[in-house]
């Protein structure tokens, strides 16, 4: 049972334009989600975190967006680089609250992100 | 800073091998972590180390296990190789709960088994 999913494998965007990635999760408890990203060869690299207090988290280029009662959160990348391009991996982790979780993280099947010059 | 180092890199194995992963963390994070990576599947928790001389399972323990001697070590065994393990293995550590949750990664360890 896939408790976080990304639905979609792949992603093409052009240069300058906005990059939308989608996660869903079904495990209610969980209450604090990342984003990761990850080039070929290399390990995943954090790229910006949400907890479930918050419904927007800005980092520059980068905006995650969570909405609880959906149980869905999304990227927003703006304006998109070449250099963006990547797999992007969510993930969700249960217990942030309580100091329970111990950061263990689930997380999603990944999304190839391809932005065009 | 080297942050997480993972070695090998590379390493194939013939079936029923054995063989350890090694993982070396130098931020004195608590909290590490062992996770494959496999196709259409994202990363998958194998194991966890919550501090020094203590271990847990993750989603995806058998046939794998695991030891934390020292802080900055969390080695991985493979006590008898299946191609079922052929997977990318990634290494990560974080702090504990409460300061910073994001977890650091590795390069990854990329391991046949034929």
């Known amino acids: 049972d896939q408790q976080v999913k990304q639905n979609s494998p792949s992603l093409s965007v052009q240069e300058g334009r906005i990059s939308i990635l989608n996660c869903d999760y079904t495990?209610?408890?969980?209450?604090?989600f990342l984003w990761y990203k990850k080039y070929p060869a290399e390990g995943p690299t954090f790229l910006i975190s949400?907890?479930?207090?918050?419904d927007k988290n800005e980092d520059g280029r980068f905006t995650v967006f969570l909405n609880k009662s959906a149980k869905h959160l999304s990227l927003h990348i703006v304006p998109s680089q070449p250099g963006d391009s990547a797999v992007y991996f969510c993930?969700?982790?249960?217990?942030?609250?309580?100091?329970?979780?111990?950061?263990?993280?689930?997380f999603g099947q990944g999304t190839i992100l391809t932005v065009h010059p | 800073n080297a942050g997480v180092t993972q070695t090998p890199k590379f390493r194939v194995l013939k079936t029923g091998q054995s063989m350890t992963l090694l993982c070396a963390q130098d931020?004195?994070?608590?909290?590490m972590y062992w996770y494959r990576q496999d196709p259409g599947m994202g990363l998958r928790l194998i194991h966890y180390?919550?501090?020094?001389?203590?271990?847990a399972k993750g989603e995806v323990p058998d046939g794998y296990n695991v030891s934390r001697l020292k802080k900055q070590n969390f080695l991985l065994g493979l006590e008898s190789a299946a191609p079922s393990q052929t997977s990318v293995y990634f290494c990560?550590?974080?702090?504990?709960?409460?300061?910073?949750?994001?977890?650091?990664f590795g390069q990854g360890t990329r391991l046949t088994v034929v």
């Open positions: 990560a550590s974080s702090y504990r709960q409460g300061s910073m949750t994001e977890a650091f």
């Open positions: 495990n209610s408890m969980f209450d604090y």
């Open positions: 949400i907890s479930s207090i918050k």
């Open positions: 993930a969700a982790s249960e217990g942030y609250a309580g100091g329970t979780s111990y950061g263990k993280l689930t």
């Open positions: 931020m004195n994070h608590e909290y």
């Open positions: 180390s919550v501090g020094e001389g203590t271990t």
